[in-house]
């Protein structure tokens, strides 16, 4: 299995700062790589697939970038509606993997 | 917009089969990939396995013998089976939809989740 790892595990921000977060695949995963939002009690929301496109609805402050193993998620201006916890996923090769996510919180 | 919804029982008792059904509203299961996931305190979010309307399925090889998925093309549901549940099958489990676009399969719409409690 590809393993997917996150850094940090968390981290705390205020409104308004600049946030990046990284994921690491095990080996090289090309453009497969995703990410998801995820706030207590509810399922993961997509924000970004295929390493920088933005899922339609999601604000423009969300960017991801990076490739092969080296992934970049960036909240540009941190908003009170984003903290939660952020997960990536590769979907390159059976089984899709999942990060342990990165826990946004608030300063 | 495309809404899933899980269902089934929340308790199941070890050694039992752990069954589930998403139904699918606003839009048809005739397009795109089906999927089960699960997630857990411990493991984190898990994959389990798809199944493209055509009845084409791929499965997490951990779960593959015990997992089987199915669709309804007829009540736009999808289904899940897994068989010989222990306690480390206790998870939310959720239903979701995958497209794929630029060389990435991403899950883009998902159910609201669904606790299933393995315990006698």
């Known amino acids: 299995d590809i393993q997917m790892t996150q850094s940090p595990s968390s981290l705390s921000a205020s409104v308004g700062d600049r946030v990046t977060m990284t994921c690491r695949a095990s080996?090289?995963?090309?453009?497969?790589l995703n990410w998801y939002q995820q706030k207590p009690g509810k399922a993961p929301k997509l924000l970004i697939y295929a390493v920088s496109s933005l899922q339609s609805g999601v604000p423009s402050r969300f960017s991801g970038g990076g490739s092969g193993t080296d992934f970049t998620l960036t909240i540009s201006s941190l908003q009170p509606e984003d903290f939660a916890t952020y997960y990536c996923q590769q979907s390159y090769s059976t089984p899709q993997t999942f990060g342990q996510g990165t826990k946004v919180e608030i300063k | 917009q495309v809404q899933l919804q899980e269902s089934g029982p929340g308790l199941v008792k070890p050694s039992e089969t752990l069954s589930l059904t998403c139904t699918v509203s606003?839009?048809?299961?005739?397009?795109?990939?089906w999927n089960w996931l699960r997630q857990t305190p411990g493991k984190g979010l898990e994959w389990i396995a798809y199944?493209?309307?055509?009845?084409?399925?791929n499965y997490n090889p951990s779960l593959k013998s015990r997992v089987t998925i199915s669709v309804d093309t007829s009540k736009n549901q999808f289904s899940l089976n897994l068989t010989s549940v222990t306690a480390a099958d206790t998870a939310v489990y959720y239903c979701?939809?995958?497209?794929?676009?630029?060389?990435?399969?991403?899950?883009?719409?998902w159910g609201q989740g669904t606790l299933v409690t393995v315990s006698s």
């Open positions: 080996q090289n995963i090309r453009s497969s």
């Open positions: 606003g839009g048809s299961v005739r397009s795109y990939y």
């Open positions: 979701a939809t995958s497209r794929n676009s630029y060389g990435s399969l991403f899950l883009d719409f």
């Open positions: 199944i493209y309307y055509s009845g084409s399925t």
